[in-house]
């Protein structure tokens, strides 16, 4: 092992920061307001399907390309394959990172307001009936200053967390975040399901009306289906990178995988039953947790403790994700430019940050950017274009690469170094033929029918 490079203390550590990688907006924003665009549980079954069939294979790709090679999303194919264009799928994620993490640290930077204006009482003491709770909101994304700070505070304490190290800035900090995260997202699902109305809630989650299952939410339940594993761009093979040859690689990566789906379910568990109680329609969109879940700390008891750990969570969700989004692209720097980790990591930051002020101002406001694609705004369309198309496109090329290129066997041996990967054959099949197929006929489709737009 390179140990200039940095690694993991252990597979529990590793264990740790991958999931706080998976576990994020996705899970706690984007999952919820999904489920209720696309109509409750046909969505939510599709999407555990999509898990299991695509996503968990995926997963392994990425993981056991990372370990065996010790080098990041571009230096992996190089070392595997040099002198062919392969190493460019490396470069495809990294670029997907950076366009992730410029909106995605926008949303993030709204959970600071948030959990800033809980601590204040702004939720309790009277409460806010919905109308009140959408101007809160629109008050907030159409100031500028606002926004752009905000997504720079949370980029600032991205960066001072990455550029303390593996061990010392991520391990540490998913060591100390995660439990706190866990502890909270306890005692809010707790109260959601004991509010009166939890039960039309939870119906929501979980009936099957195939009636709602369009095209649209097939094509959604994959994008959310990656993007809320990390898969697709190369998060994997950098986090892989620092897992030690001799860790159980099966193991860790299975239970990053129940985790991640774990958490989004348990997320449905609370914010659904919280939804039906304030008497709210799902299908709000994007703002839905921030508009609706504002609503109601006031109808509970200790509610402005409880606004303050659903945000706080938020908050906490989201940087674990952000720190492994900067992750993939400082450690491509660090490993193919040889840059000092400092210098990669400001640099980077600072062309993030740049990045990500047009993604600010489109929630209202700059008028050119809010109402760009349609009425998406340009952090609709980043979402859709890194978040969906981009991370598609990677998992196809990664699976590929493995599948035919690498090739399955060599895959397996490097997993079953620590471990044993359990149905290697029918991982095989999975990811030379299911996945690529199956994601490529859900990229074309949303391709020509504009499904994600
Ligand atoms: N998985 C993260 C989430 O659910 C987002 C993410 C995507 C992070 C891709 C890293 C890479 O919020």
Redesign the pocket.
Known sequence: MNASRGNWSSSFGFVLAAAG???????IWRFPYTVGQYGGGAFVLVYLAFVALIGVPVLYAELSVGRSTQRSAVGAFKELVPDTWWPAVGGLGVLC?FG?LSF?AVIAGLTLSYVYMAVLGRFTGGGLTGEQSAQVFSELTSNPVATVTLTGAFLLLTAWVVRGGIQGGIERAARILMPIFFGILLLLVMRAVTLDGAGEGLRFLFAFDFSKLTAAAIVSALGQAL????LG?G?MITYGSYLGRDENLPKAGITVAIFDTGLAMIAGLMIFPTLAYAGAEPTGGPPLIFIVMATIFDTMPLGSFFAVAFYGLLAIAALT?TI??LEVIVAYFVDERSWSRKKAVWSVTAACFALAVPSALSLGAVDFFTQMAGGQGFLGLANIVFGNYFLSIGAVFICLFVGWKWGVSSAVAEMNRGGQLFGAPLWGVLVRFVCPVAVLIVLVYAALTNSYL
């Open positions: 990688s998976a576990i994020g907006l996705g899970n990172g992730i995605y993007f809320s594993m990390s761009m998060a994700s492994s989004l």
